[in-house]
């Protein structure tokens, strides 16, 4: 038997999946400069938990409580309610109805979603900070 994290920080994130045709679905992205696919993502470390992909004309977080509701709802159901979660992510994450839903989950320990880049996020070795006690 595999020993169970007590903790995970979990990181969303969305970028671009370029197009070079005239593929379903694709649509003109003015920040990436070109017709794309715009997936998103979430990764606990180098285990993916989420990816999923979507057509641009959204916004990045676009979808992102379902999947979130969906993968806490997948550990719990393999691991029990005992571990604890941070979620990360990049402004374009913070959104009222994301954030609400994080802070009323006993689970969800910490959220970390600044004004700054996920690689500089991840240059600062965040994996921690603000972890209140699990347990």
């Known amino acids: 038997m595999h020993a169970v994290a007590r903790s995970s920080c979990w990181i969303f994130d969305a970028t671009d999946d370029a197009l070079h045709g ?14 794309c696919y715009l997936p998103l993502y979430c990764f606990c470390g180098d285990i993916p938990l989420w990816a999923q992909l979507r057509t641009a004309d959204r916004a990045g977080s676009g979808g992102t409580l379902a999947a979130l509701q969906k993968i806490v709802a997948a550990i ?20 009222d109805e994301l954030i609400t839903w994080i802070e009323a989950q006993e689970q969800v320990t910490d ?7 996920l690689q500089t996020l991840s240059k600062r070795r965040l994996f921690g900070w603000g972890v209140r006690n699990a347990g």
């Open 76 to 95: 719990h159901e393999r691991f029990g309610k005992h571990v604890a979660i941070i979620v990360r992510g990049d402004s374009g994450f913070c959104r």
């Open 111 to 117: 959220s970390i979603i600044r004004m700054i880049s």
């Open 22 to 35: 005239q593929q379903e679905g694709r649509f003109f992205h003015g920040y990436y400069g070109g017709y």
